[in-house]
């Protein structure tokens, strides 16, 4: 059965990509590629490497880069479009986080026992009861204050290796807990700087992009604290911290947040932003 995205890009205007047995790509109702290929062990295109997988040739790579990069910048909050974006271009750069888990005794055990964070492994009504101050605690604060899900987070399908699937999908998924490490809420000025942390700290450069268009959208007032200290803040944290992805956090719900960000090298945020984070 064959799978189809469709993204407006603009009014009148539209990215489809049908996938299956045969793969076409079509803007703005142009087929720009239509390829029938039949796949075999041979192929280049490596087929079904997970459940949900699309496989792309570089050419369609490019072009969805493209589409994508069209569609969130015009609108930041399309999480599908900023997705597809991170998947077609963050090869190089999910290699060497694949690496730094490798190197990394936890990370290595992340990478083997591939643990999700999704409504269904995690038991809200025990962490519900973990002391205040706990990280467990204070992540389902951060869900709760701020109206999130894990769910809402994008099964990976354009990265063509099985195991770079699952790094991208594990960056998705502790997206929320570097909030929470970060004290960051889910306003415009905390999401762009939890980007400039993830660029410094990844180098994926869907987070590059959205570190450098996100200030746009701020007002004078947020820039202006962003520009002086949180935006300083956030990438000297991202350089200097342990790689994020590299702990296994389903086991440090107990553990205090401060002790946490202590044991990454991550700071506090700045005592002006959490006097006006919630203005």
């Given at each position: 059965m064959?799978?189809?995205?469709?993204?407006?890009?603009?009014?009148?205007?539209?990215?489809?990509?049908?996938?299956?047995?045969?793969?076409?790509?079509k803007?703005?109702?142009?087929?720009?590629?239509?390829?029938?290929?039949?796949?075999?062990?041979?192929?280049?295109?490596?087929?079904?490497?997970?459940?949900?997988?699309?496989?792309?040739?570089?050419?369609?790579?490019?072009?969805?880069?493209?589409?994508?990069?069209?569609?969130?910048?015009?609108?930041?909050?399309?999480?599908?479009?900023?997705?597809?974006?991170?998947?077609?271009?963050?090869?190089?750069a999910?290699?060497?986080?694949?690496?730094?888990?490798?190197?990394?005794?936890?990370?290595?055990?992340?990478?083997?026992?591939?643990?999700?964070?999704?409504?269904?492994?995690?038991?809200?009504?025990?962490?519900?009861?973990?002391?205040?101050?706990?990280?467990?605690?204070?992540?389902?604060?951060?869900?709760?204050?701020?109206?999130?899900?894990?769910?809402?987070?994008?099964?990976?399908?354009?990265?063509?290796?099985?195991?770079?699937?699952?790094?991208?999908?594990?960056?998705?998924?502790?997206?929320?807990?570097?909030?929470?490490?970060?004290?960051?809420?889910?306003?415009?000025?905390?999401?762009?700087?939890?980007?400039?942390?993830?660029a410094?700290?990844?180098?994926?450069?869907?987070?590059?992009?959205?570190?450098?268009?996100?200030?746009?959208?701020?007002?004078?007032?947020?820039?202006?604290?962003?520009?002086?200290?949180?935006?300083?803040?956030?990438?000297?944290?991202?350089?200097?911290?342990?790689?994020?992805?590299?702990?296994?956090?389903?086991?440090?719900?107990?553990?205090?947040?401060?002790?946490?960000?202590?044991e990454?090298?991550?700071?506090?945020?700045p005592?002006?932003?959490?006097?006006?984070?919630?203005?």
């Amino acid at each position: 059965m064959s799978r189809l995205l469709t993204e407006r890009l603009s009014s009148g205007s539209a990215l489809v990509i049908t996938a299956g047995r045969s793969l076409s790509l079509k803007f703005c109702g142009v087929s720009l590629i239509n390829n029938r290929r039949k796949f075999t062990r041979h192929s280049n295109y490596n087929e079904g490497l997970y459940p949900g997988h699309i496989p792309t040739t570089p050419v369609q790579k490019t072009l969805l880069a493209v589409g994508s990069g069209v569609a969130a910048i015009q609108n930041p909050y399309r999480h599908d479009m900023v997705a597809v974006l991170g998947e077609t271009t963050g090869y190089l750069a999910l290699l060497n986080l694949r690496d730094r888990m490798r190197n990394d005794p936890e990370g290595y055990a992340v990478l083997t026992e591939r643990p999700r964070i999704r409504l269904s492994t995690l038991d809200l009504r025990q962490m519900a009861s973990l002391p205040e101050g706990s990280f467990g605690r204070e992540y389902l604060r951060f869900l709760e204050d701020n109206s999130v899900t894990p769910d809402s987070r994008a099964d990976v399908k354009f990265v063509d290796n099985e195991e770079l699937a699952y790094v991208m999908q594990r960056y998705r998924e502790v997206h929320d807990l570097l909030h929470t490490l970060l004290g960051m809420p889910t306003n415009m000025l905390g999401e762009v700087a939890v980007k400039w942390f993830e660029a410094a700290q990844t180098g994926i450069p869907m987070c590059a992009l959205g570190a450098l268009l996100g200030p746009l959208r701020l007002n004078p007032s947020r820039l202006l604290s962003l520009v002086t200290s949180l935006g300083p803040w956030a990438v000297q944290n991202g350089r200097r911290a342990r790689c994020v992805l590299s702990i296994f956090y389903e086991r440090r719900w107990e553990q205090s947040l401060e002790d946490l960000r202590q044991e990454l090298n991550i700071e506090p945020p700045p005592t002006l932003y959490n006097q006006s984070s919630k203005s």
